[in-house]
């Protein structure tokens, strides 16, 4: 059964190897609306009417900086945590008399895919991967296709599947009542979507800064530093979803010159921080490696019973 709709007439859509097709059924005048798989891979399910800019999400030169700070292991120890929970959260289900199989995972916001990819080696069925980049995809997607893990070459094996998807996190084109569970690594939370998505009893991974995050570089940039208020978004989501567990993780860094311009790069710290400030920064690390701690709290949710 496919998992997927039609982002223009809301009628069922099937993918397939170089072409989804809507059926139509939705459709009031009975036709079908058709979309070609990028060669790199990716699926573009992102109307020209839904996108607010010529180019949304995350520019080519942010997507280029995180994916070499985060291909040189920064980030590391969150992303075992994500994959420990998540894992959890599967085994645990499948030991259950009502098992919520097939496992279906969106990875919201999915960025390059630093998480997506090692979700996929995870004990899923599918894995979509959505964020509103297409320089973001396009990444994502070649890395999938080389290791064999796009959807189209995993008709074979039962290994998890990936669907890298340019989308938006308002409009998913993604059928209500699949989702086993969604994590948003420092995306997009919209949490009556994602409650509609999820199946009974399914699972939110949230992944935010936490208090203290980068410290020393937020030092270094601003006059006054304002702390992440890594809770509040809680309450937004409380009608929707329970908490039911809080993680933290830590990773000390030592950044050289090019890892901590890297950093600034693919933060939104770049932006706001004076220009001076930021030279000084990078000329510091130049001496020696700049040290900071990269602080993170991880959020498990479950979508409750009602709203
Ligand atoms: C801080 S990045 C995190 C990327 C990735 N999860 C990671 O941690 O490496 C946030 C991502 O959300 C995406 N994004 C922003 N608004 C979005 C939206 N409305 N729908 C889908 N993705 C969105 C951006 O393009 C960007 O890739
Ligand atoms: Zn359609």
């Known amino acids: 059964m496919s998992l997927f709709l ?6 069922t859509l099937i993918p397939d190897t170089k072409t989804w097709r809507c059926d139509g059924s939705e459709n009031p005048k009975k036709t079908f609306h058709s979309f070609d798989v990028a ?11 839904q996108k607010k800019s010529k180019a949304p999400g995350d520019s080519e030169d942010s997507i280029q900086a995180r994916k070499r700070f985060l291909a040189a292991g920064c980030y590391a120890p969150l992303q075992q ?3 420990a929970i998540v894992a959890g959260l599967v085994d645990e289900d499948i030991k259950k008399s009502d098992a919520k199989r097939p496992i279906n995972w969106l990875d919201i916001g999915c960025g390059e895919g630093y998480y997506s990819q090692a979700l996929a080696k995870l004990n899923l069925d599918n894995l979509i991967a959505a964020d509103i980049s297409k320089p973001a995809l396009i990444e994502l997607a070649k890395k999938g296709k080389s290791a064999n893990k796009l959807w189209y070459q995993q008709k074979e094996d039962k290994k998890t599947a990936i669907f890298p998807m340019v989308a938006s996190a308002a409009q ?3 059928k209500p009542n699949t989702l086993f569970g969604i994590s948003s690594i420092f995306s997009p939370i919209l949490p009556k979507a994602f409650f509609e998505l999820l199946k009974k009893d399914g699972y939110l991974v949230i992944a935010k800064p936490d208090q203290g995050h980068l410290a020393s570089v937020r030092q270094a940039l601003f006059e006054d530093v304002r702390e992440h208020d890594s809770d509040k978004f809680l309450q937004e989501l409380a009608p929707y979803f329970e908490l039911i567990e809080r993680f933290e993780v830590a990773a000390n860094l030592e950044l050289s010159p090019d890892a901590l311009a890297d950093l600034l790069t693919m933060t939104p710290y770049s932006y706001r921080a004076k220009i001076e400030r930021r030279q000084n920064l ?3 690390a130049t001496n020696s490696a700049f040290v900071t701690q990269a602080r993170f709290v991880i959020f498990v949710l479950k979508k409750t019973a009602a709203n």
């Open 39 to 49: 060669r790199q891979g990716y699926i573009n399910l992102l109307p020209v009417q």
């Open 6 to 11: 039609c982002p223009l007439c809301k009628s």
């Open 172 to 174: 998913l084109p993604i």
């Open 81 to 83: 945590a994500l994959v």
């Open 282 to 284: 990078l000329t510091l």
